[in-house]
């Protein structure tokens, strides 16, 4: 995907250093990880969430080990379907912003982040000239829209209150968005609790 860029161009010297601001369109490849974590519920309301697990073995394998563990895990707690406490098995998606492939080590594809330099990317804003001084005046906050990873669509894709054939769908609809080739961001039931 073509994108509008600004980013800074530093100039440093003994005398002072100098930040100027560039325009460039370059090609943006968005990654797309997933992660899992568990949490117990009760009566709706978070009592307590597990650590969070990523794709280590493969795409949407955080999930899947999750629901694979979630069942035990729930008997062991004498969890019932009919429990006031629930144990879930929450997914969400991570799209972080690349420069394109990197290079392939160990079957695994390596991206390289969307920094220049390790300064943030920022999308164009008209209002923003080629060549102006990095300051509040030249690039105000307000128009300043970093180029930045998103966390998204948490859905809870195993509950211990629900039927196999509940829970089944609902890891069907969440692999659907994981999987679309087109950057889907969704809108869950599910929001994030700190």
Do not use: C
Request: proline share 3%.
């Amino acid at each position: 995907m073509r994108e509008k860029i600004i980013f800074i161009d530093k100039q440093t010297s003994f005398t002072g250093n100098k930040f100027t601001l560039h325009k460039a369109e370059i090609d943006i490849t968005w990654v797309r990880e997933s992660y899992a974590f568990m949490e117990l519920s009760w009566k709706g309301h978070t009592v307590k969430r597990f650590s969070t697990h990523s794709d280590f073995y493969g795409f949407l394998t955080s999930a899947m080990t999750q629901i694979d563990n979630a069942p035990e895990i729930a008997e062991s707690w004498d969890i019932l379907a009919s429990s006031e406490l629930e144990l879930h098995v929450v997914g969400y998606l991570r799209d972080a912003p690349s420069l394109g492939f990197a290079q392939e080590e160990y079957s695994r594809k390596y991206y390289t982040p969307a920094k220049r330099n390790g300064d943030e990317l920022w999308y164009d804003d008209e209002s923003v000239k080629d060549g102006a001084s990095f300051n509040f005046k030249e690039f105000p906050m307000e128009v300043r829209r970093i180029l930045r990873t998103v966390d998204h669509s948490p859905t809870i894709v195993w509950n211990s209150a629900w039927d196999q054939g509940t829970n089944v769908d609902a890891l069907l609809r969440y692999r659907a968005i994981a999987t679309a080739t087109e950057q889907v961001i969704g809108e869950t039931d599910y929001r994030f609790h700190d």
